[in-house]
């Protein structure tokens, strides 16, 4: 696919017209890293000067501290002169990027900040932004039923890429998760183009194309789907059940699972010719992939965005436990009902169940209608995105309802401060007072539920939004519901200081307990599972439901692993390393050699095993423990154990046998000098 030329993009043209200055530097950073000013390309220098400004652009607006610069420019470690080449880069990268500026007069795009440096984003555009926009925007149109807006978008996102995203610093131990985001949403922007492809009749192309990306990543279940079905329409029966086979089979034997129920559910519809898998033209407007069934008739859908789902329909709807919780909501939901709202924070490790637990609390609040916002993490979003969507759902709410001009200014997206400041503490207080009032009003016939999930992904200016809303949410009828991950949250820590002033109501969910993980587990199985398949199940998961779940459809192969020895699910491993990388290799470090150590670990005894030097240790730890994958021991000082043995687990297998057995004799060998306890004697 031909990349798009470097030109200023067609989003900055608008711009323009309504009397914005455009930005000042556009980089492309979807494959080596290039740049234009005033209409020109830029020449960025050196090799350290080119991984530099790299690493600024892959944290467009955000400070980037002056020793994560010097590690990658200088990973075996910076020399004496280090400091001295880093300030004459960012003095030439100064003058590259604004020629014209007058001498001692302020910088505008690569400034300083009292926490490093950045670039400015308000002066700055780079293709990653405009790729996340066009991607979100052909899930928008296919979820209209567009399917030939959702191709255009796709193809004009796509044809950004030209290599690997930030590939001079892609290695990075600072910008590979960011690296890895944006791979993870080229390949969902690849998926979503061939779905498209097929919905639009072009089967032959969505072939050529699909049969590539399936060779290039065998083990992504949706891109199996899609080439199954492309094939099937384009005459290729035997060819479209042999990837299904082949796919089952690359399962079995690298993962040691069974495919989704839909692939199964596609290879019985391609043996029967299901009538429903037959291609038609589209109606205007649709993005129709199957025409309409007759109503004893199987039906196979291309699916819409997002990662394929790992629950079947059944599962979906099975929710177990949580009563207490649910009762305490109900009675704060009553309560906010005859005028005395309230603020609730749901928080949780990822997987426990926040969304789905205000999910049913929203269907079970009677006469309280919900209005749902949400910060996604696959892209990044306008100002005040969540609650863009929830006044979005409060004007259909109440149509009648006079919108405020701040609030159709937020409706509109007009909520980016403008580069010359102009947006001042008072504008935003305007802003905020009419956002209040708008919603108190609302919920003046009918009492109104807000929900703000996913919260520790939001922007500054809705946390602060939040924060204002609690003051007065007492005197409504509006109940304020958010949920947050405890270990991603640092952003919420002025706002949680707000809403502590406020007086909000706290909910944290833990896992589910052997009981509720019993019922949890029959009722997926459709069997009644003992207490002790039950209860080896809530110990290796910790009770997450996520996990549970997962672990569960493993017992339901036909092999029947038992709960102790089933292998670690995908999607839990996918969910797991993530979790880890996120807390920086050292974190990582120490908890890979842990998981070899055992479930329960001395904590002198994993540093020193990891030549670690103790107190790097116990600040790692620290951070470890917020983001909920290990606790401290509450008898033994300097003992942690594992949250969930499948984290362990899954530590423990990605390392090679060779590893495993050295790790093993060095911690040994530490154990023995240590005595377990010795680093923390007459402590306490």
Known sequence: MPSEPLRESDEAQPSKRHGIAPPMAHFRALGPLEAMVTGGPVDLGAPKQRKLVTLLVSRVGRPVPVDVMLETLWPEGPPPSATASLQSYVANLRRALEPDRPPRTPTKVLRTSDRGYLLDGHVVQVDVQRFERRTKAGWDAWNRGDA???LSEFETGLALWRGEAYTEVSHSVHVAAEV????????????????ALLAVGAHEMAVAELEAFTQAHPLREYGCELLSLALYRAGRQADALAV????????????????RPALQHLEREILSHAPGLDWRPLPAGRARTAPAAPADTPRVHVRTPGPPRHTSADDEEIFVGREGTLRQLAAVSAAAAVGRGRVLTVSGEPGIGKTRLLRRFAESAAGAPALWGSCPGHVTTPPLWPWRQVLGAAGARCPRLPVPEPVAEVLGGQTRRPPDGADTDADTLRRFEAIVEYLTEASHDTPLVIVLDHLHRADPGSLRLLAHLAESVRASRLLVAASYRPGEAAALAETSDALARAEISRVELTGLNAAETRALASATLRREVSATTAEELRHRSGGNPFYLRELIKALDSEERPSARTAPVPAPVREVVLGRVAR????????LSVASVAGRGFAIDVVAEASSIEIGEALKAVDTIVAAGLITEHRQRLGWYFFTHALTADVLHDRMGRSRRVHLLRRIRTAALRSRSGNLFSGAE
Request: glycine letters at 10%; charged letters at 35%.
């Open 244 to 259: 299904l086979r082949a796919n089952q089979r690359r399962l079995g034997e690298e993962l040691g699972i069974d495919p």
């Open 583 to 590: 807390l920086g290799p050292t974190a990582d470090e120490l």
């Open 148 to 150: 030939h807006e959702a």
């Open 180 to 195: 890895a985001r944006l791979e993870e949403l080229r390949l969902s922007a690849v998926e979503g183009r061939c779905a």
